[in-house]
């Protein structure tokens, strides 16, 4: 599957509201993030806490290059928590954390304007 992120392009298939439904959007705050090395394209390895019900997750994001790790820590982000986990080279993601792409196509990450609690349901 190609993603266009183009903002131009047109919107994608129709769906049914029961598919929307079976992607399972959470809001997770991030306890960890670190520069992951060897990438191809600039990434980060996350570690995301989406509460008790779902716990911490891995995810993988090519967010390098407008976020340090550090300044991530401690801020939400939304992300898919019901995709099975997927190799990116040598690391494992467990969950797909969202964005938009800018301008320059580079990734801007999707997060509530208020705090809401950890594993929170985008409806």
Same mark, same amino acid.
């Given at each position: 599957?190609?993603?266009?992120?183009?903002?131009?392009?047109?919107?994608?298939?129709?769906?049914?509201?029961?598919?929307?439904?079976?992607?399972?959007? !959470?809001?997770?705050?991030?306890?960890?993030?670190?520069?992951?090395?060897?990438? !191809?394209?600039?990434?980060?390895?996350? !570690?995301?806490? $989406?509460?008790?019900?779902?716990?911490?997750?891995?995810?993988?994001?090519?967010?390098?290059?407008?976020? #340090?790790?550090?300044?991530?820590?401690?801020?939400?982000? #939304?992300?898919?928590?019901? $995709?099975?986990?997927?190799?990116?080279?040598?690391?494992?993601?467990? #969950?797909?954390?969202?964005?938009?792409?800018?301008?320059?196509?580079?990734?801007?990450? $999707?997060?509530?304007?208020?705090?809401?609690?950890?594993?929170? !349901?985008? $409806?």
């Amino acid at each position: 599957m190609h993603l266009d992120h183009d903002p131009q392009a047109p919107a994608g298939a129709e769906i049914g509201f029961d598919d929307f439904l079976r992607v399972d959007i !959470r809001v997770g705050t991030i306890v960890a993030a670190e520069v992951y090395e060897g990438a !191809r394209k600039p990434s980060l390895k996350l !570690r995301i806490d $989406f509460g008790p019900g779902i716990g911490v997750r891995k995810s993988v994001g090519q967010v390098a290059a407008l976020y #340090a790790p550090a300044e991530l820590i401690g801020r939400q982000v #939304a992300a898919v928590v019901n $995709f099975p986990p997927r190799q990116i080279g040598k690391a494992l993601s467990e #969950a797909l954390t969202l964005g938009f792409a800018d301008e320059a196509g580079r990734v801007v990450l $999707f997060a509530p304007d208020t705090p809401v609690p950890n594993g929170s !349901r985008l $409806f």
